[in-house]
């Protein structure tokens, strides 16, 4: 089974640049998350869906980041303009609903 | 809020040197415990889940148990790809967000 595919594994780009992390989770979780993991702050959670509706953004810092689900096999996190603070790894997991989250490889994001 | 915090922050151990990893947390009504391991450049794994106090589960050298207040995950004789990063997460019933520990980082040595 394929698992949480992330793409792309790497960005590296200006500040002020609109950045786009994509993700595609496993088939048939109905339930995405996306998490910023940094030395300082750890695994923090941005933002999760539930069928593909957003059920709590609380831990999206401004209103620079967004996120969309337009269906329940891709989801996408926008940044936009980026900020040299915002480099970190971005994580998308997935799960059927209260049972174990299953990560992405993350896309480490530098902006310069 | 619901809290998790994990000792120690690193951990070094010699080839077959047994330890244990503390994860401890305050939730609303725990729904579950999620013990994770990260290698370098990779998201986090599933390892074992958690759901009431005395239950335990063991994989491999790992045991992971818990009471109400903490969770211990116990690594029998380690060997050096056992080396990672050790996250614990809690889920409360009053919602579906996982809050993850700091981890501990875990190197065996050989």
């Known amino acids: 089974d394929a698992g949480v595919i992330q793409s792309p594994r790497h960005e590296v780009t200006e500040m002020g640049q609109e950045v786009t992390l994509r993700c595609k989770p496993i088939?048939?979780?109905?339930?995405l998350f996306w998490y910023r993991q940094t030395m300082m702050r750890g695994l923090e959670l941005l933002i999760y869906?539930?069928?593909?509706?957003?059920?709590?953004d609380s831990g999206m810092p401004e209103d620079r980041f967004s996120a969309k689900m337009p269906n329940a096999s891709f989801s996408t996190l926008k940044i936009q303009p980026s900020e040299p603070r915002d480099s970190a790894v971005y994580f998308c997991?997935?799960?059927?609903?209260?049972?174990?989250?299953?990560f992405g490889d993350g896309t480490r994001l530098s902006i310069l | 809020e619901d809290q998790v915090t994990q000792s120690p922050e690193a951990l070094r151990l010699q080839e077959g040197e047994s330890s244990s990893l503390n994860c401890s947390y305050t939730?609303?009504?725990?729904?579950?415990l999620f013990w994770y391991r990260q290698d370098p450049g990779k998201g986090p794994e599933f390892l074992f889940t958690?759901?009431?106090a005395g239950e335990e589960k063991e994989k491999e050298r790992l045991k992971a148990t818990l009471t109400k207040k903490e969770s211990f995950l116990h690594i029998t004789a380690p060997k050096p790809e056992d080396s990672a990063t050790y996250l614990c997460?809690?889920?409360?019933?009053?919602?579906?967000?996982?809050?993850f520990g700091p981890g501990t980082r875990l190197s065996v040595l050989p």
């Open positions: 997991a997935s799960c059927v609903s209260n049972q174990p989250q299953h």
């Open positions: 088939s048939g979780h109905n339930s």
């Open positions: 869906f539930n069928n593909n509706v957003p059920i709590d």
């Open positions: 939730v609303s009504g725990l729904r579950g």
């Open positions: 958690l759901y009431s």
């Open positions: 997460a809690v889920q409360s019933y009053y919602g579906q967000n996982f809050v």
